[in-house]
């Protein structure tokens, strides 16, 4: 797929798993992780699909602890 | 590669307390982002209410006070009426606004104060314990309702912004939510409107935002966004009731 | 000039620039003189939707800097209290002005001392005390009123002007100082003035959820008050040296004392009186160390015996402590006090 595409970094230890990212994303590109415990003792939100990202920002506009930065990547032939 | 969203200086780096899928957090981050393009971060003077957002202050990089629960928008009132250069809001809940505050609020809109009023309005008494608000649907269950709110005992919910758009001095209302991305860049969108109306010294504006108390309602984070928009839109519509021309 | 309007002048004077008010009898005077002359000399008169708005009010405009005041009257400062015990907690300098009337509930809106308690007490909830200046005559309500500013100032707290319904209405001349310009209040470290993105943000708060930073900030507050009450005690003491009786009666209630002090004088007894000018910091020593002569004291107030308790605190049960007072609105005549002194000098207190 060519066209917009994103990066989503997460502060890891400031996510409380609440998952709202996980259930707006369009394209599956966020789970969370039980298989590690961040510093609050949740389960954290993890990339798990990084190349499904389409920089829409729906993760980073419902998460309420701002966990999320998205660098927006330029994909050689799309814009 | 560019960096399109990071978080804004507007908030400072303590974590909140907030219950995890609360969307308090959303809208702090709403009114910092909105308050950093604006360029007034160091313009502003913040009241915080009672509720669970009462701790507002140790999340928002403003300069903040304290309010007694329901009083804030008298505090504004004094703050603005006294540095009417700097940009002056409140931060309320249902609880704080609609019932124990309702005196304050209709009279801060009655004067056209010109503040700007974050109304966060999740149906509910978040912070003492999931106890019934003003604002809780008929039917719903809290721990004073346990049966569910039963309208002929105790009334039909607050229409706040419906009320607040009918006082003649009032500049802006509108009534957002935060239960969906789409809705958030909306949600946003007022928010903006709201402080440039206190910008362009149009008087008392505010801005209702429907959200999600998962730990009172007793719902997993997810599930609460979509009894909000199941249960609380078709009650609570959403839209401008009050507009300024040219806002 | 009338004692509200002497009152309100003299905050003008006192560099008073915001004022809050609601109507309530019998301090009526005193907003609408303000509605009419604050504006004119540069500040605000604003009227609230209700006293609980009024004291929140003054509670943003002082955290924003303003030299900011309120009037009421009893049952109105009953609704303030909330609001009180947030400014004492969060340690705002400001002047709130109680014309007084009698109670309980509406009461009446005759003069009245009901409010001792009130203005000495709390009524709002927590540890704190609030400095209460009660004047007896305009002259001393206009000083006092100029001085409340500044009390209120160095010492970061709310200032209590205790009045009634007589001292309000009653006219008298007054001189005002006229010299005190309007200082605003000097940049200040906690301030609400935006930080302006060169210091970190400051909050002004009461909560404190952590028990141990509570009682610190709790200390520090009664630190201060100790302060106050070392340095701010005032009191009047009048024809006190060789008193074989003692009256103690503040405001009002003293100007009719005094007269019955002369009375006794005349008729050859040695009457006194300790009139208080402070409410809180109540001058217990004035009490502590009593002329030899002082075989009693009586407290007489316009109430059913208020300041009574301060007053046998203080005597420390060295001498009997009587009462006298009127209450509702009724107002004692000299006679009275002077029929009731003789009672007491020639031992039939009971």
Known sequence: MTGRRGIPHIAVDSCKGCALCVSVCPESVLTIDDARVNLKGYYPVSVEAVENCIACLSCALICPDVVFTIERVVDQQGG | MSVIFSKTSGLTETATHYCPGCTHGIAHRLVAEVLEELGLLGETIGCASVGCSILSYNYLNVDMIECSHGRAPAVATGIKRTVPEKTVFTYQGDGDLASIGTAEIVHAAHRGENITVIFVNNAIYGMTGGQMAPTTLAGQKTTTAPEGRQPEFSGLPLKMSEMLAQVPSASYVERVSLHHPKYIRKAKKAVLRAFTCQMEHRGFSLVELLSTCPTGWGLDPIDSLEWLEANMIPYYPLGVFRAPEEV | MKGNEALALAAIHGGCTHFFGYPITPQNEIPEFLARELPKAGGLFLQAESEIAAVNMLYGAAAAGARAMISSSSPGLALMQEGISMLAATEIPCVIVNVMRGGPGLGGIQPAQSDYFQMTRGGGNGDYRIISLAPATLQESAEMMQEAFALAQKYRTPVFIVSDGMLGQMMEPVELNKSRSKERVAEQPWILTGHHNNRSPRTIKSLRLDPAELEIHNLRLQEKYKRIS??????????????????????????????????????????????????????????????????????????????????????????????YGRCGGMIPEPEELTARALDILSGDSQ
């Open chain 3, 230 to 323: 070392q340095a701010e005690v005032r009191f009047e003491a009048y024809r006190e040296v060789d008193a074989e009786l003692l009256f103690c009666a503040f405001g009002s209630t003293a100007r009719i004392v005094k007269n019955s002090v002369d009375d006794l004088h005349q008729k050859g007894y040695r009457a006194g009186l300790i009139r208080p000018q402070t409410l809180w910091p109540f001058p217990a020593l004035a009490f502590r160390s009593l002329p030899k002569s002082c075989r009693s004291v009586i407290c007489v107030e316009m109430n059913c015996g208020q300041m009574l308790d301060d007053v046998k605190l203080a005597v420390e049960g060295r001498v009997p402590v009587h009462f």
